[in-house]
């Protein structure tokens, strides 16, 4: 799968989540855009903009924020 080369999947908040066997339906759904995973993204920051994902959720102004740690 290429979606998940190099990424680790360490937990999740559902303990009925199983991400060997469910993972691939999440991807073929988001692959087929029956899921949108953009709009459930509040705000997207780089690693050193760490802190500001820490100030929006602190904020109340984004719960969901993807932090991009580029090589």
Known sequence: MNVLSEKTLTGTF???YKPRS????VVEKYMTKELELEKFIAHEVSFPEINKAF???LKGDGL???IC???
Not at 22 to 25: I, R, S
């Open 64 to 66: 969901r924020c993807i």
């Open 22 to 25: 469910d993972l691939p339906a």
């Open 55 to 57: 100030e929006y959720m």
């Open 69 to 71: 740690m580029n090589a």
């Open 14 to 16: 559902f303990d009925n």
